[in-house]
C-alpha cells in the first residue's frame, strides 16, 4: 500500500521560504517519479513539480525559478525547496507518485499539508 506522508507547512510571509518534505512508503523512490502538487481554493488539484528516478526535474511555470525538487532516494523522501513565496502560493499541497505530468491530477496522493503566504 502506497502511502505519502507530507511534513513542513504552515504560515510564512510573503518573499519567504519553506521546505517540505515527503515520506514514501509501499513505492520505492528510486523507481517512481516523484512529485508536488497544490490545491488552492475554488481549484482543481495539480502537480506543479516533478522529479524522474534518473532526477529530472519540471515544473509549472507558475513556480518555475523558486520552487525546487529534490529527492533522497536512500531515506525515501522527497523534498520541495520553495523561495520567494506568494500569496498566490497559498494552497494545500500534496506529495504525489508515479505521475509524470505537470498540470496533471494523476497518480497516488498524499494527505496534504497547508501553506499559507501572509503578511
Known amino acids: 500500500q502506497v502511502q505519502l506522508v507530507e511534513s513542513g507547512g504552515g504560515l510564512v510571509q510573503p518573499g519567504g521560504s519553506l521546505r517540505l518534505s515527503c515520506a514514501a512508503s509501499?513505492?520505492?523512490?528510486?523507481?517512481?517519479?516523484m512529485g508536488w502538487g497544490r490545491q488552492a481554493p475554488g481549484k482543481q488539484r495539480e502537480l506543479v513539480a516533478l522529479?524522474?528516478?534518473?532526477?529530472?526535474?519540471n515544473y509549472a511555470d507558475s513556480v518555475k525559478g523558486r520552487f525546487t525538487i529534490s529527492r533522497d532516494n536512500a531515506k525515501n523522501t522527497v523534498y520541495l525547496q520553495m523561495n520567494n513565496l506568494k500569496r498566490e502560493d497559498t494552497a494545500v499541497y500534496y506529495c504525489?507518485?508515479?505521475?509524470?505530468?505537470?498540470?496533471?491530477?494523476?497518480?497516488?496522493w498524499g494527505q496534504g499539508t497547508q501553506v499559507t503566504v501572509s503578511s
Open positions: 504525489n507518485a508515479d505521475n509524470r505530468f505537470i498540470g496533471s491530477s494523476g497518480g497516488y
Open positions: 509501499g513505492i520505492s523512490s528510486s523507481f517512481a517519479a
Open positions: 522529479i524522474t528516478s534518473g532526477g529530472s526535474t
